[in-house]
Nanobody, 114 residues
Framework: QVQLVESGGGLVQPGGSLRLSCTAS????????MGWYRQAPGKEREMVAT???????NYVDSVKGRFTISRDNAKNTVYLQMNNLKPEDTAVYYC????????WGQGTQVTVSS
C-alpha cells in the first residue's frame, strides 16, 4: 500500500504563506490526477486543488488566485503553495488521488489566526 506523508503546516497570521508537501512512498507516475483536500472541524472533507500528470490544474473557488498546486513526479511529491492565507483556510490538509483511492495520511495542520 502506498503511504502518503504530508508536511509543512503550521500557525500563521492572516495574509501569511505556507508551502505544503506530500510525499508518496512509491512512484506516482501511474496516478493521473493528484490533489489536496482539507477538513475543518465540524465540516466535511473537501477537495482544494487537483493536478494531472501533465500539469492541468483545478481549484475550489475559495482558493483561486491564492493557492498553487504543483507536482514533481521524479520526487514522488505534490506541493501546495498557499498565499494570502485567511482564517477560513484553517483545517487539516491531506493529499490523495482524484478519486481518493489511496489510504489517507495523517495530514498536516494549518492554522490561520491573529
Amino acid at each position: 500500500q502506498v503511504q502518503l506523508v504530508e508536511s509543512g503546516g503550521g500557525l500563521v497570521q492572516p495574509g501569511g504563506s505556507l508551502r505544503l508537501s506530500c510525499t508518496a512512498s512509491r512512484s506516482i507516475l501511474s496516478i493521473n490526477n493528484m490533489g489536496w483536500y482539507r477538513q475543518a472541524p465540524g465540516k466535511e472533507r473537501e477537495m482544494v486543488a487537483t493536478i494531472t500528470i501533465i500539469g492541468i490544474t483545478n481549484y475550489v473557488d475559495s482558493v483561486k488566485g491564492r493557492f498553487t498546486i504543483s507536482r514533481d513526479n521524479a520526487k514522488n511529491t505534490v506541493y501546495l503553495q498557499m498565499n494570502n492565507l485567511k482564517p477560513e483556510d484553517t483545517a487539516v490538509y491531506y493529499c490523495n488521488t482524484l478519486l481518493r483511492t489511496l489510504t489517507w495520511g495523517q495530514g498536516t495542520q494549518v492554522t490561520v489566526s491573529s
